[in-house]
């Protein structure tokens, strides 16, 4: 057997104690890990030695990275095999209702314009239609001049009366009664905000009946209309107070705003501007309705958005009753 000669130059700081290599040799085979304190040049001569030299064929090294990235890029899928990316859903917010922000009552009153808003509008398309009417019309003197009378007798017929001014006293006063009655007997919690308001006109309308009767005029019994609207506020007060709140506040908002003011005009042209009673107050009636109104809010916080754009329902349903009331003083 002939002697070979090898030389190997290692360095160490290329291998660390987890560095392995593989020794073959012809008779055998075997794996070591190298010491450092081992010289790392070695020769031998053919002459003096004749012993088989092994060869250095592998070097594994674990923390070596191109070994690790490579390894790591076979193993990973392809790209058009991934899931595609989870996008995430939008929240949707809901848009806020005009007075939302500043609490139920404020909602109710946008509510209010609108419909007054509506009102107008149908009372001006309907005078245009007969300024249209009446520019475009042949007709003769004669017939202008029944024209004429018909519309003085429309005028007249605007003008109030006093047993149509009764007629809205008496059914007032079965409304306010009614709703003053519930708040005062009801077991709810809620219902106690609104007793000792102040607000109350039960006693106002009952003074002026009385004192109406005494003029020789005749008590009417009150309308259908208003028994079943009275009769639909009992219900709201026992199966949903909310509505019942609602109409509460409309109800008092109605005759302040409108329902005093044209008793006493009424006052002015058929009682020679006597004082009624239902035009009296403890205080400032402005503030007596705010304080009213914040209560309602506070309330209003804790009701559904269901809830509430029932009650905005029910805002057009109280002021369509209370302003059948308030036309019976100029109804015959």
């Known amino acids: 057997m002939k002697a070979h000669t090898a030389s190997a130059m290692v360095n160490l700081q290329m291998f660390t104690h987890s560095s392995h290599f593989s020794i073959h040799h012809r008779f055998f085979s075997t794996t070591t890990t190298p010491n450092p304190q081992l010289s790392l040049t070695t020769s031998y001569s053919t002459k003096s030695i004749r012993v088989p030299f ?90 202008n001049d029944n024209d ?56 106002s309308f009952e003074k002026d009946i009385e004192w109406l009767g005494q003029q020789n005029v005749t008590i009417p019994e009150p309308l259908f209309t208003s028994k079943k609207y009275v009769k639909y506020l009992e219900e709201l007060a026992a199966q949903s107070p909310p509505l019942f709140f609602c109409h509460l506040y409309n109800i008092y908002f109605s005759h302040i705003a409108g329902g005093q003011v044209i008793a006493r005009k009424v006052s002015e042209k058929l009682l020679e501007g006597k004082e009624l009673e239902i035009c009296k107050w403890p205080g400032d009636p402005e503030e007596l309705l705010k304080g009213m109104r914040d209560k309602l809010n506070a309330l209003g916080q804790h009701w559904s958005r269901d809830e509430k754009n029932k009650c905005l329902k029910e805002t057009s349903k109280c002021f369509m009753y209370m302003g059948t009331i308030i036309r019976l003083i100029i109804m015959r």
């Open 54 to 143: 092994p060869v250095l064929s592998c070097c594994l090294n674990s923390t070596t990275e191109a070994s690790t990235i490579s390894s790591s890029q076979d193993e990973s899928p392809p790209l058009h095999n991934l899931p595609p990316p989870v996008k995430k859903k939008r929240k949707a917010y809901r848009r806020l209702r005009p007075g939302e922000a500043q609490g139920i009552s404020e909602e109710m009153r946008f509510v209010a314009m609108k419909l007054r808003e509506k009102k107008l509008k149908l009372k001006t398309d309907k005078s245009d239609e007969s300024d249209r009417d009446s520019d475009g019309s042949t007709e003769d003197d004669g017939d």
């Open 148 to 203: 004429n009378d018909s519309d003085n007798d429309d005028d007249q017929s605007w003008e109030p009366e006093i047993d149509g001014f009764l007629r809205y006293l008496v059914d007032s006063k079965l409304v306010f009664s009614t709703i003053e009655r519930m708040v005062d007997e009801s077991q709810d919690v809620s219902f106690a905000y609104f007793r000792n308001t102040g607000l109350e006109r039960t006693e």
